[in-house]
């Protein structure tokens, strides 16, 4: 069955995005080992590095959850990203997200990941089953036009996230199996389903969720990662909708 891929774009303008930062580990080259001879559907020059080394930003890999009458953390206008899959109802909180970008969860026997960039606001889920078999993902401290690359720890292929499809590495040019998030307020989430269950701030690591951390960013005209292609009809991160004909169910 396919499904309509409900994504949350910030676009970018010409000369809103800063120059590559330096760092002391190439995390392409040194980390993953890929050259200009490696497989790949992109320039390698137009993989950007974002932090320091790979993993820089912790995936959740044993998620917690809790009831929705016990997450006093969130208010009404919060934003989560929401899961309904085979009668089970989970809500991921965005300012959770922001820190991790990447929970590998199992629900009702399906092995998935929830993915959110905050850099340009899009959330995917996606199944784990790469190349046959289950693995996890991970942040790969690289970015492909301002958006989360993330790499299955499997066979190391680098994956973009809006379009899940494999940009470097040996499963270049592969597409993962979408699953339908819903991008929607914790208000409207919990009345529509209270009986969800909630990511738990209980993820294992030392942050402060209690604040939004790219409130800043977002309010901001400036990018932190360049983009390829521009379109000068709308305004920096402006917010707009896309879809994929083809995912639309028949």
């Known amino acids: 069955m396919r499904y309509l891929a409900i994504v949350l774009l910030l676009l970018a303008t010409p000369g809103a995005a800063l120059a590559q930062r330096s760092f002391d580990t190439d995390i392409l080259r040194e980390t993953f080992g890929y050259d200009d001879d490696t497989k790949k559907s992109v320039a390698l020059e137009d993989l950007q590095q974002g932090c320091s080394r790979r993993d820089c930003i912790p995936s959740i890999d044993a998620p917690n959850y809790i009831a929705a009458s016990a997450a006093d953390f969130l208010a009404d206008d919060d934003m989560v990203i929401a899961l309904s899959w085979k009668g089970q109802y989970r809500a991921y909180?965005?300012?959770?997200?922001?820190?991790?970008?990447?929970?590998?969860?199992?629900?009702?026997?399906?092995?998935?990941?929830?993915?959110?960039?905050?850099?340009?606001?899009?959330?995917i889920g996606v199944h784990r089953e790469v190349d046959g078999q289950v693995t996890e993902?991970?942040?790969?401290?690289?970015?492909?036009?301002?958006?989360?690359?993330?790499?299955?720890?499997?066979?190391?292929?680098?994956?973009?996230?809006v379009t899940a499809t494999g940009i470097v590495g040996p499963l270049t040019g592969s597409k993962l199996e979408f699953l339908p998030v819903t991008m929607t307020t914790w208000g409207r989430w919990r009345k529509q389903h209270p009986d969800t269950m909630v990511l738990s701030t209980d993820t294992g690591f030392d942050y402060d969720y209690s604040v939004d951390a790219y409130a800043r960013y977002r309010s901001s005209s400036n990018l932190m990662s360049p983009v390829l292609q521009t379109d000068d009809r709308v305004r920096p991160k402006t917010v707009v909708f896309g879809f994929a004909p083809s995912a639309i169910p028949p």
């Open 93 to 123: 909180p965005a300012r959770i997200l922001d820190h991790h970008e990447i929970v590998n969860d199992t629900i009702a026997g399906t092995a998935l990941a929830i993915t959110w960039c905050p850099l340009c606001g899009s959330a």
């Open 137 to 161: 993902f991970g942040v790969s401290g690289l970015l492909y036009n301002s958006d989360l690359v993330f790499y299955d720890r499997a066979t190391n292929t680098l994956w973009d996230q």
